[in-house]
Each structure stands twice: as structure tokens, then as C-alpha cells.
């Protein structure tokens, strides 16, 4: 297997996210011809109806063949079962349109739970009640309760989530669109934006006899 | 000052909740009229138009006046000033549409914050995904981490906030309409649907010099 023409791809509902070892980059999954890329091209996907498309191309290698399912469940995205394949010891939050929030001890899975994003959360507050539309103070002092409307909200909506993530006293691994927001919060975090990627590395290296 | 003749009012945007001293009763802010109304009222009221007409009758008197205001802040709603009023020590959750969680540390208000309510935050999940689209399970074990998806939203809402409030290892007061629920969580709360009336006795105690 060389390296230099292999590529990852994480396809989601909007877009093929690829790496080729070295960049990543994004192609709209409606004016993108996968029959057109000619290299071996390693992917997961969320998409059920590229997924279909790409049984048929030879090419095209479906990294979620290789992982054991029985250890997640039922519903749980492809995207964040490899997320948690990444490390063998942390809790992993994923920070984008919902946040996920996964808990791996000694490699094993040990479940995990799903928090809104941010602006599905500031729309919520804002639905409660207009005195309460703001965008979210990431600056707020989580130390002290809040004495004004917008760090009520704001320590509402970050310090719950890092009261409960903290407890779990694990290494914490941020990855996602907002990642970097919430990186003001959870200072000691580790940003990782090649957290599937890896993952699918991993699985690859894991897999090699099978796949070469 | 009779007790017999006393009553007590929390007027809100749809109802005026009345407390007789033994049962308490609401009448819609729609039809009822306060001028039919011949005892002494005591009364707080967040309807600013109600608050209005009341100026101009002898026998509704405003307990907001006899607040000290700038111990709280300038958006604070006047019942959650007389909810936080009621006790000397203690976190005081009220859970309605919205969820507001106040700290008091010997009779001072330390500040608090505001976190959805259980049917805004139902929505914000089906929002993001119909794969979400479920009612939280309160019977969830929050000592487990989910794996599956109605406990992954229930445990996002429910021990996210329990994460914080036990955090301040202060007694718990739970109120509002959705207490009962709430108590499945916080099982070491007391419920106390009294708490602005109580606190309004209190008020109305502290300042018998003033008010008879």
C-alpha cells in the first residue's frame, strides 16, 4: 500500500470531506463525480444513497466494513463510531450542528450523550423569550452565577455541559466546527481536526492483510 | 393585619394566582376584574400593563416596592426575586418554559442562570434531527453513559444539569410546573409550589410597620 495515492474520504449529508496525507478538502456531494477520481479511495459515509452509488465502483473502499458494530448501537453515526476509534483513552466532543460527547476507557466504548450546538441552542433561548436572544459569551467567568441575562444563558448552556464532561476526569479531545469556541471553555482540551482521519488511518493499518 | 381577609396574588402573563392562605386558585388576566375584588391584595406582577391599572387601587398593594433591587439585576423577573427571597440557603430550581437555577448563600442572592425547559429543549433535538425526535426518558440511569439515542438527548438535557447544580453542594428547592418531573432527577429536593407566597408573607412580615 504506498501512501502517496491513497485517499480518506468522510462523506456526510452535504459534502465529501477528503485528506490526502497531507490537505484536506471539501466537495459538494451535488456536483461531484466519485467515478471520475482514479486513485484507491478509503471512506466512511453518512449518506445513505452515495453510499449505494459507490458498491459500485472498485476503487471506492467502505472503511465501516471493518469495524465490529455489536460494540456501538444501533443508530449511532459511522462518523462518530470511527471519532471514537481514534483514542484509546478520553472523551471525545464532537462540536457541530449537535454536540456529541463520547467516553472511550482502555479502548472500549463506554457510551455517550448528545447536547444541541450552539446556534440550535441560542435559537432556543431566543424562542423562550426575545429578552433572552443573545449569542452565547464564551469569555463569561464560569466560576461565579451570573448576574445579567446573557452570561445567564451562556453559563446555561457551557457550564452544564462542563460540570458534567470534567466529572468524568478523562483527557478531553475537541473536534468540529466549533471546536475552537469551545476550546475557550475546556482550556486543557486537545484540538484534534483529524480525528476520523486517523481513525481511518488506524483502521487501514488495522486491516492491511485484508486490504492489500 | 387580619390573616382572614388577606390575600395574596402572582400575576404573570396569562393568569393572576391567587393564595387565600389555605388553597390557592388562578383567574385569566383576560376576564377577571381586580376592581370586583374588595380585600387587601398583596401582589407582584411581571405583566407590566396589569401593574398599571393596579396603581390607581387602594387595596392592591406591590411588593416589589419593598424589595431591594439592586441586590439583584435589572432584567430579573420579580418573581424569581421573590423565589429567591423565600430561603436563606439553598439552590432554587423553577422549572417552567424556561429553567432558572438561583443560588442564595445566607440570605444573599449569588447569582443564577437560565436553562431551557423540558418542551423547548424536546424541539431543539427534533430541530437538529428527526432521528431525535423523542420525549426524555426520566427514568434514565445518569450513573451509565447512554447507549442509545432517547437516553443519549435525556442524559445530554438531564445530567448535564445535575452535573452543575450538585456541583454547589447546597440544599435543592424545586418549583414550578414541571417540579415533579424534575424531582426523578434531583431526588434529594424538596418540591415546594409555595415558594413565592411564602416569600411573600415574608416581605409583607418584614415590612408589617410599613404596610399596616
Not at 12 to 31: E, I, M, P, W
Amino acid at each position: 500500500m504506498e501512501d502517496s495515492i491513497m485517499l480518506l474520504c468522510d462523506i456526510g449529508n452535504t459534502s465529501y470531506h477528503f485528506f490526502d496525507g497531507l490537505n484536506d478538502y471539501k466537495k459538494s456531494v451535488d456536483d461531484f463525480r466519485p467515478d471520475a477520481v482514479k486513485e484507491t479511495v478509503y471512506f466512511i459515509s453518512v449518506n445513505a444513497a452515495i453510499s449505494q452509488t459507490l458498491e459500485h465502483l472498485k476503487n471506492w473502499i467502505d472503511l465501516s466494513n471493518f469495524i465490529d458494530k455489536d460494540r456501538y448501537y444501533e443508530t449511532m453515526g459511522i462518523d462518530r463510531i470511527f471519532a471514537t476509534r481514534a483514542i484509546d483513552n478520553g472523551i471525545i466532543i464532537d462540536a457541530g450542528s449537535a454536540v456529541t460527547v463520547d467516553v472511550i476507557n482502555k479502548g472500549k466504548f463506554m457510551g455517550g450523550f448528545i447536547y444541541p450546538g450552539i446556534n440550535a441552542m441560542q435559537k432556543t433561548y431566543e424562542n423562550i423569550s426575545p429578552a433572552l436572544a443573545y449569542s452565547f459569551n464564551f469569555e463569561c467567568d464560569l466560576d461565579i452565577m451570573p448576574k445579567n441575562s446573557q452570561d445567564a444563558i451562556s453559563y446555561g448552556y457551557l457550564k452544564t455541559l462542563y460540570s458534567e464532561v470534567i466529572s468524568h476526569n478523562l483527557p478531553i479531545i475537541l473536534t468540529g466546527g466549533d471546536a475552537v469556541k469551545f476550546k475557550h471553555i475546556f482550556q486543557d482540551a486537545k484540538i484534534d481536526d483529524r480525528l476520523i482521519f486517523n481513525s481511518m488511518k488506524k483502521i487501514i493499518k488495522e486491516n492491511e492483510d485484508k486490504l492489500c
